[in-house]
């Protein structure tokens, strides 16, 4: 059962509203037949018992090159249009696509394909965002190629990840979702931006 969060304008940027909901559709497979075929099983052999006390979790739902991700919401300050401007910083690493003014706070600009090992297409259309994201230590902007949909989910349908998950996606992920039939893997903010912190030197 998912419990959908609706969105609203609020000038530059987008929030959750308690209001109605609206549906956002996108197409492609995102993730591998192996872990969608888990997750399904997973959900298919579990009884439907729903529980009112079930703790529910919020997450940022979006995608990044073929694959879609989520972040809980408590990470995720603000969602931003992608067409901001964001200006070009000389010496930066190759990952840091430059930095932003946001309300007379300059934050910066990373493109996590490369730390994810994703194909990045360099283009920014109408369907890419900013996710404006604090952890422990540190908080930027984090490019993504689009915004999927902010929902509110019972903890339980999070499942523990797969030993078929690609290597190098196992210090991010905390979990795997099934969400419209694809596979969502939940990544750990803190530990996204210590491993492109340790790449950056």
Not at 34 to 49: D, K, N, V
Not at 158 to 186: N, W
């Amino acid at each position: 059962m998912l419990m959908r969060c609706a969105w609203q304008q609020t000038g530059r940027c987008i929030r959750p509203s308690t209001r109605g909901a609206i549906r956002l559709s996108w197409a492609g497979t995102v993730m591998t037949e192996t872990l969608e075929g888990i997750l399904a099983a997973r959900q298919a052999s579990a009884e439907e018992i729903v529980d009112v006390d079930e703790p529910v979790i919020k997450l940022v739902i979006f995608s990044l090159g073929e694959r879609d991700f989520a972040f809980p919401g408590e990470a995720v300050g603000e969602v931003l249009p992608g067409t901001e401007p964001v200006y070009f910083v000389p010496g930066m690493p190759p990952a840091v696509e430059g930095v932003m003014n946001v309300r007379g706070d300059i934050e910066s600009v990373i493109r996590l394909h490369n730390l994810l090992q994703l194909n990045d297409p360099g283009d920014i259309t109408r369907h890419s965002a900013i996710l404006l994201a604090k952890g422990k230590k540190m908080h930027s902007g984090l490019r993504i190629d689009r915004l999927l949909d902010v929902v509110d989910i019972p903890a339980s349908q999070i499942q523990p990840p797969p030993e078929s998950l690609p290597e190098h996606l196992h210090q991010y992920v905390t979990g795997l979702l099934q969400f419209k039939q694809h596979a969502i893997a939940v990544l750990d903010l803190d530990s996204v931006f210590s491993a492109w912190q340790g790449e950056s030197g």
